[in-house]
């Protein structure tokens, strides 16, 4: 692979746990809100063989910005390879049942954002006829539950649209890897019990790479997950709502 990587969301576990892998003879651009304090993020990268890697300011909650976000991105830096995006919040489950305003903040964030960047992005790729947008649906989304539901819906309405595009671009010379993770251990969910089927962000990025590098359209992690939720699929209701996150 060749070209320029971009992490949207600089200080993204997941996120920088792929680039790291992508790293070695490859520039960077790590995009994130306040990004001249980058500097820990740069470092890594750098020792583990990135040739140069590049700070710039992204506010995915701002789509006005997304368009000339990315072309500059092109005009500054040249062709892009891959973009890992990875930005997202979870959110607070039992604010937004009753507050409306936070509830709008999360899927905003977490689906509205992510259709206005991915958009740009894959007219970008067309035109280039080459690159790879990979995108961080949840298995939260393939079904969703009470304990999480809102940000369960963002994920749904992200992992419909991603899959969407992914067939959109076929032909193009552009393509898109959706990765489905389970309960991810991490500074997100810090002070939660884990689910089963747990990963941590080196897992989810190992077989992220693992899928690009096969030219595979969409990924579980961990691959369990796929059977489980097919049989989460059927099972009744009243049941359902009784889940745990």
């Known amino acids: 692979m060749s070209g320029v990587v971009v992490v949207l969301g600089g200080r993204s576990e997941?996120?920088?746990?792929?680039?790291?892998?992508?790293?070695?003879?490859?520039?960077?651009?790590?995009?994130?809100?306040?990004?001249?304090?980058?500097?820990?993020?740069?470092?890594?990268?750098?020792?583990?063989?990135?040739?140069?890697?590049?700070?710039?300011?992204?506010?995915?909650d701002d789509l006005t910005t997304h368009q000339s976000f990315v072309q500059g991105i092109v005009d500054t830096h040249g062709p892009i390879d891959t973009v890992i995006v990875s930005f997202g919040i979870l959110g607070d489950q039992s604010r937004a049942e009753t507050d409306a305003a936070h509830a709008l903040s999360i899927i905003h964030t977490d689906y509205v954002a992510h259709v206005s960047v991915l958009t740009h992005l894959a007219t970008l790729l067309r035109a280039q006829n080459s690159g790879t947008l990979i995108v961080f649906s949840s298995v939260a989304g393939v079904r969703v539950r009470r304990a999480n539901y809102v940000y369960g819906s963002a994920k749904a309405g992200l992992d419909g649209f991603a899959s969407g595009l992914s067939d959109a671009l076929a032909g193009s010379g552009a393509r898109l890897l959706l990765v489905r993770p389970g309960f991810v251990i991490g500074r997100m969910t810090d002070g939660m019990p884990p689910a089963p089927f747990s990963s941590t962000p080196p897992q989810v990025a190992a077989a992220t790479v693992r899928a690009l590098r096969k030219g595979r359209g969409e990924v579980w992690v961990p691959a369990i997950l796929r059977p489980v939720f097919f049989c989460m699929r059927l099972l009744p209701r009243r049941l359902w709502r009784k889940l745990p996150r």
């Open 14 to 60: 997941i996120g920088l746990e792929v680039a790291r892998l992508l790293a070695p003879g490859r520039t960077l651009v790590l995009a994130a809100r306040r990004s001249g304090d980058l500097d820990h993020q740069r470092a890594a990268l750098t020792a583990v063989g990135a040739t140069a890697v590049h700070p710039l300011e992204f506010d995915a």
